[in-house]
């Protein structure tokens, strides 16, 4: 068993809305069929018991080890505690060849899944050995260092609720809510909106404290130290017992509490020196450890936090608790989980010390034994949610606190006694203002219940109602694609919105390319959005993007389907047929949001049939309104858009809007029967976004099929009093609609100037020649700069080819170079004559017609 192309789907796909890697697995005879290689079943199911709940037996038919490959990349990853769901393993037309599919929840940990389901299935066949724990370990331990921790997983999981899109933009935990204008973004606990100074301050905590003094808030009074010796009279200045610990410092580390004699305070200034050289002491405050979460403007979140402590049993050393305790399928190392590791290190020892203990004694029955002076969670201490107990004092002061400090979301330790009253009754205070806050204790305390803290956080960035989301149209199809992204953009850039868009020419943002080349796929899509000067965002889908990767987003406003017809790359990635294609097309249909449109071309049997696949609305669009399905949408009150002769109309009820194709220049007043279908296929997108018709009607009049709105798209030309066409057509649909427009203007003479994709079908390429030959009286053939897998003259071949028995064309001619073809055209034309030129090299064919038409 081999396996080949293996992709990462991270977006919707072709096969589900799920992320998932796909790979293509080549089965010989035997591997085509397990029952034929005997005892293997028995064998894959003895190193890997999680396949017995699969039920291979019961699968109809031969059991491939494809399927094998499949199932096991999706168990491991289960078991792994991944939540995967979706597989599948789907033949190809190639014998023995399959795809295979399977979600991931983590893209790294599904590619190590599929690695180690291969490498299960090799020991199986050879009856060698397969490491079943280590598979797992690897698994989870790559798991847990590459998902987000509970902190920011809480905060995204909360913004999925709301349908508020998210993107990781590192492997740590930043991340951008929301599209375009509309993004937001945290970094863990921490958002956009906070300043740099407010976290230098937070970090200073001198500067903290003389600031919460000035707001009136109560705190531990306190002074910088220069040394051991400067310590200790701090410490006798402020009053025995007191708190050492670091000026810059987190999580605390460096903190010792509860000093009264100098030598453990000359200890304790040693440690917090280790890890910041501005040290601090302050009185200690008595009392029990409080964790206030603010978010804006409100307490959201409240929780005791209690110092890491083992409970004697009378029979097992401290050493012995502690580990009894860490096994706590809860704890784990760093944040990745609801609680954290006790450390049995030095400050531990030295804490048993205190308390007159070893790491190997035994502490009698019901005794507690406390392994660190701080309750930080991080340390190993455990949290208690007291929200509700919360006054509405202390509340106010740890609110105060946050915005004295500029705090979004703030982190505000408190010790004292209780916080069912307010701080100054009992002599509390705080004592420190953290940014980033850790949110686990909230999100999973120890005891009592958890808070939504994810959703203040999201509800702080996103008022209700608003989900971060911009319009964002989907444009795919065989041809008309480019055209009809350029004129919905245009259309909605004239009415005010700044406007992304993607196509096979760049990357454009209000008008300014910003990215060259073809830009049709996800990638560029994903740039579109991750700008924070796009209103809305218009991208043509192309097949290859979708095959690669999936769709950039996880649906959009509107999805449009211009046509389904042959030659778009047919035969490439396993789309064989026409309806293989329509399937794949048809994904951003699956795609568009509930309350979304879909706008298909109800002409096209294949392409109206998606609307059933539509979660939202339907419009359909038509010349002729009296087709069975569009007399049918109509009738029920639906939106159309279709030709009343040479008036386009917008029909909703007995709503009617009406535009004169006179009135809109690239149709040339209707005459030109593909640009008409990419107008209202325009039209109706741009309605279903919400555009107001005087925006439309605008739009529609200033767009030009130009070199710069749309370059390669019946861009035309005068020379010497010929007319010149300029297209990126590419395969026989194109053709036909280029005929057909060619034929509704008038000419003496046609002579066509054509290549062919070499990535095409040979029927393909020979049927685009077929078709230009009964229309056009010289052809002129011109190989493609890139042959895209062909050999020298391969291509020209099969378009001479097409022309045997060509009705029209009396004079065929090779030409060695796209530039010398096109001059050649252009020397032989007359007043009178049309010339068309199917562009490889679009910028560069473009750039050179315009300068020798110039000169003409």
């Given at each position: 068993m081999e396996l080949s192309r293996i992709r990462a789907l991270r977006g919707p796909n072709l096969w589900s809305r799920h992320t998932s890697i796909e790979?293509?697995?080549?089965?010989?005879?035997?591997?085509?069929?397990?029952?034929?290689?005997?005892?293997?079943?028995?064998?894959?199911?003895?190193?890997?018991?999680?396949?017995?709940h699969l039920q291979l037996r019961r699968e109809i038919g031969p059991v491939p080890l494809a399927r094998v490959l499949e199932i096991a990349t999706l168990g491991l990853q289960s078991q792994a505690g991944c939540p995967v769901t979706f597989s599948r393993t789907q033949p190809t037309v190639e014998t023995g060849v399959y795809q295979v599919v399977v979600e991931y929840s983590e893209e790294e940990v599904g590619r190590l899944a599929l690695e180690l389901a291969h490498q299960l299935i090799v020991a199986a066949v050879d009856d060698a050995p397969f490491d079943l724990t280590g598979a797992l370990t690897r698994l989870r331990e790559l798991d847990e260092d590459v998902r987000l921790g509970p902190s920011t997983g809480a905060i995204v999981q909360a913004a999925a609720v709301r349908g508020i899109p998210f993107r990781r933009l590192t492997r740590g935990s930043m991340v951008q809510f929301g599209w375009g204008s509309k993004q937001r973004r945290i970094q863990a606990a921490e958002m956009d909106s906070t300043s740099a100074i407010a976290e230098a301050i937070a970090q200073d905590k001198e500067l903290t404290k003389r600031l919460l003094e000035a707001a009136g808030v109560p705190v531990p009074t306190?002074?910088?130290?220069?040394?051991?010796?400067?310590?200790?009279?701090?410490?006798?200045?402020?009053?025995?017992?007191?708190?050492?610990?670091?000026?810059?410092?987190?999580?605390?580390k460096g903190v010792t509490v509860n000093i009264d004699t100098r030598e453990p305070l000359e200890a304790a200034y040693e440690v917090a020196s280790e890890f910041r050289d501005d040290v601090m002491v302050e009185k200690y405050l008595p009392g029990q450890d409080f964790r206030l979460l603010v978010v804006g403007d409100r307490l959201v979140a409240a929780a005791r936090r209690d110092p890491p402590l083992v409970i004697g049993d009378g029979q097992r050393t401290v050493r012995e608790l502690v580990d009894q305790v860490n096994a706590d399928p809860r704890r784990g190392e760093g944040h990745a989980t609801s609680l954290t590791k006790i450390r049995f290190d030095d400050i531990a020892l030295a804490r048993l010390e205190l308390q007159g203990l070893t790491a190997d004694a035994v502490p009698p029955k019901g005794a507690r034994v406390v392994l660190r002076n701080n309750a930080n969670l991080s340390t190993g201490g455990a949290a208690t949610d007291v929200t509700d107990d919360v006054h509405p004092e202390v509340a106010a002061r740890a609110?105060?606190?946050?915005?004295?400090?500029?705090l979004d979301i703030c982190g505000v330790d408190v010790v004292c006694d209780s916080v069912l009253r307010p701080l100054e009754e009992q002599n509390g205070g705080i004592v420190e203002v953290n940014a980033a806050p850790g949110l686990r204790m909230h999100l999973s305390p120890s005891f009592g219940k958890g808070r939504a803290v994810g959703e203040a956080i999201v509800g702080a960035m996103f008022p209700e109602g608003s989900n971060g989301r911009i319009p964002v149209v989907a444009v795919t199809g065989t041809n008309g694609k480019t055209t009809t992204v350029r004129l919905i953009a245009h259309i909605l850039a004239a009415s005010g919105l700044r406007v992304g868009m993607t196509n096979t020419d760049g990357v454009y943002v209000q008008g300014r390319q910003i990215d060259s080349g073809d830009c049709s796929?996800?990638?560029?899509?994903?740039?579109?959005?991750?700008?924070?000067?796009?209103?809305?965002?218009v991208f043509e889908t192309a097949r290859g993007g979708m095959l690669r990767e999936g769709l950039a987003f996880d649906e959009c406003q509107v999805a449009v389907v211009t046509n389904i017809g042959d030659g778009d790359h047919l035969g490439l990635n396993y789309i064989t047929t026409v309806e293989d294609l329509a399937v794949l097309k048809r994904v951003i249909v699956q795609n568009v949001a509930k309350t979304g449109t879909a706008v298909l071309n109800a002409?096209?049997?294949?392409?109206?049939?998606?609307?059933?696949?539509?979660?939202?609305?339907?419009?359909?669009?038509?010349?002729?309104?009296?087709?069975?399905?569009?007399?049918?949408?109509?009738?029920?009150?639906?939106?159309?858009?279709?030709?009343?002769?040479?008036?386009l109309v917008a029909a909703e009820g007995l709503m009617r809007h009406r535009i004169p194709l006179d009135e809109v220049p690239?149709?040339?007043?209707?005459?030109?029967?593909?640009?008409?279908?990419?107008?209202?296929?325009?039209?109706?997108?741009?309605?279903?976004?919400?555009?107001?018709?005087?925006?439309?009607?605008?739009?529609?009049?200033?767009?030009?099929?130009?070199?710069d709105n749309a370059p390669g798209r019946f861009n035309l030309f005068n020379h010497h009093g010929a007319t010149v066409i300029a297209d990126y057509g590419h395969n026989p649909d194109a053709m036909r609609a280029l005929v057909q427009a060619v034929e509704a203007m008038p000419s003496r003479r046609r002579t066509v100037v054509i290549s062919g994709a070499g990535d095409r079908r040979d029927d393909d390429i020979r049927e685009q020649t077929?078709?230009?030959?009964?229309?056009?009286?010289?052809?002129?053939?011109?190989?493609?700069?890139?042959?895209?897998?062909?050999?020298?003259?391969?291509?020209?071949?099969?378009?001479?080819?097409?022309?045997?028995?060509?009705?029209r064309a009396h004079h065929i001619e090779e030409i060695q170079g796209e530039f010398v073809a096109i001059d050649r055209a252009l020397a032989r034309l007359e007043p009178g004559d049309l010339c068309l030129i199917l562009v490889d090299q679009v910028e560069e064919a473009l750039a050179h017609l315009a300068q020798v038409t110039r000169q003409a």
């Amino acid at each position: 068993m081999e396996l080949s192309r293996i992709r990462a789907l991270r977006g919707p796909n072709l096969w589900s809305r799920h992320t998932s890697i796909e790979v293509v697995v080549h089965c010989d005879e035997n591997e085509s069929a397990i029952s034929r290689i005997r005892g293997l079943e028995a064998r894959l199911r003895s190193r890997f018991p999680g396949l017995g709940h699969l039920q291979l037996r019961r699968e109809i038919g031969p059991v491939p080890l494809a399927r094998v490959l499949e199932i096991a990349t999706l168990g491991l990853q289960s078991q792994a505690g991944c939540p995967v769901t979706f597989s599948r393993t789907q033949p190809t037309v190639e014998t023995g060849v399959y795809q295979v599919v399977v979600e991931y929840s983590e893209e790294e940990v599904g590619r190590l899944a599929l690695e180690l389901a291969h490498q299960l299935i090799v020991a199986a066949v050879d009856d060698a050995p397969f490491d079943l724990t280590g598979a797992l370990t690897r698994l989870r331990e790559l798991d847990e260092d590459v998902r987000l921790g509970p902190s920011t997983g809480a905060i995204v999981q909360a913004a999925a609720v709301r349908g508020i899109p998210f993107r990781r933009l590192t492997r740590g935990s930043m991340v951008q809510f929301g599209w375009g204008s509309k993004q937001r973004r945290i970094q863990a606990a921490e958002m956009d909106s906070t300043s740099a100074i407010a976290e230098a301050i937070a970090q200073d905590k001198e500067l903290t404290k003389r600031l919460l003094e000035a707001a009136g808030v109560p705190v531990p009074t306190g002074r910088p130290v220069r040394d051991a010796a400067d310590a200790w009279a701090a410490a006798l200045e402020i009053g025995l017992p007191v708190v050492v610990k670091p000026q810059d410092g987190n999580q605390g580390k460096g903190v010792t509490v509860n000093i009264d004699t100098r030598e453990p305070l000359e200890a304790a200034y040693e440690v917090a020196s280790e890890f910041r050289d501005d040290v601090m002491v302050e009185k200690y405050l008595p009392g029990q450890d409080f964790r206030l979460l603010v978010v804006g403007d409100r307490l959201v979140a409240a929780a005791r936090r209690d110092p890491p402590l083992v409970i004697g049993d009378g029979q097992r050393t401290v050493r012995e608790l502690v580990d009894q305790v860490n096994a706590d399928p809860r704890r784990g190392e760093g944040h990745a989980t609801s609680l954290t590791k006790i450390r049995f290190d030095d400050i531990a020892l030295a804490r048993l010390e205190l308390q007159g203990l070893t790491a190997d004694a035994v502490p009698p029955k019901g005794a507690r034994v406390v392994l660190r002076n701080n309750a930080n969670l991080s340390t190993g201490g455990a949290a208690t949610d007291v929200t509700d107990d919360v006054h509405p004092e202390v509340a106010a002061r740890a609110v105060a606190a946050a915005k004295m400090i500029g705090l979004d979301i703030c982190g505000v330790d408190v010790v004292c006694d209780s916080v069912l009253r307010p701080l100054e009754e009992q002599n509390g205070g705080i004592v420190e203002v953290n940014a980033a806050p850790g949110l686990r204790m909230h999100l999973s305390p120890s005891f009592g219940k958890g808070r939504a803290v994810g959703e203040a956080i999201v509800g702080a960035m996103f008022p209700e109602g608003s989900n971060g989301r911009i319009p964002v149209v989907a444009v795919t199809g065989t041809n008309g694609k480019t055209t009809t992204v350029r004129l919905i953009a245009h259309i909605l850039a004239a009415s005010g919105l700044r406007v992304g868009m993607t196509n096979t020419d760049g990357v454009y943002v209000q008008g300014r390319q910003i990215d060259s080349g073809d830009c049709s796929g996800p990638k560029s899509a994903r740039n579109v959005l991750l700008h924070p000067d796009v209103d809305a965002a218009v991208f043509e889908t192309a097949r290859g993007g979708m095959l690669r990767e999936g769709l950039a987003f996880d649906e959009c406003q509107v999805a449009v389907v211009t046509n389904i017809g042959d030659g778009d790359h047919l035969g490439l990635n396993y789309i064989t047929t026409v309806e293989d294609l329509a399937v794949l097309k048809r994904v951003i249909v699956q795609n568009v949001a509930k309350t979304g449109t879909a706008v298909l071309n109800a002409a096209d049997p294949m392409v109206s049939r998606m609307a059933d696949e539509c979660r939202g609305k339907v419009t359909f669009f038509a010349k002729d309104r009296y087709l069975p399905v569009m007399a049918a949408h109509r009738a029920q009150g639906n939106r159309v858009v279709y030709v009343d002769g040479t008036v386009l109309v917008a029909a909703e009820g007995l709503m009617r809007h009406r535009i004169p194709l006179d009135e809109v220049p690239i149709t040339r007043g209707g005459t030109i029967a593909f640009q008409v279908e990419n107008v209202m296929a325009a039209v109706a997108a741009a309605w279903a976004t919400g555009t107001d018709w005087d925006a439309i009607h605008s739009g529609l009049a200033s767009f030009r099929t130009d070199l710069d709105n749309a370059p390669g798209r019946f861009n035309l030309f005068n020379h010497h009093g010929a007319t010149v066409i300029a297209d990126y057509g590419h395969n026989p649909d194109a053709m036909r609609a280029l005929v057909q427009a060619v034929e509704a203007m008038p000419s003496r003479r046609r002579t066509v100037v054509i290549s062919g994709a070499g990535d095409r079908r040979d029927d393909d390429i020979r049927e685009q020649t077929r078709i230009l030959g009964a229309a056009f009286d010289d052809v002129l053939l011109y190989e493609d700069a890139c042959q895209r897998g062909r050999q020298t003259g391969e291509v020209v071949a099969l378009l001479r080819e097409g022309l045997s028995g060509a009705e029209r064309a009396h004079h065929i001619e090779e030409i060695q170079g796209e530039f010398v073809a096109i001059d050649r055209a252009l020397a032989r034309l007359e007043p009178g004559d049309l010339c068309l030129i199917l562009v490889d090299q679009v910028e560069e064919a473009l750039a050179h017609l315009a300068q020798v038409t110039r000169q003409a």
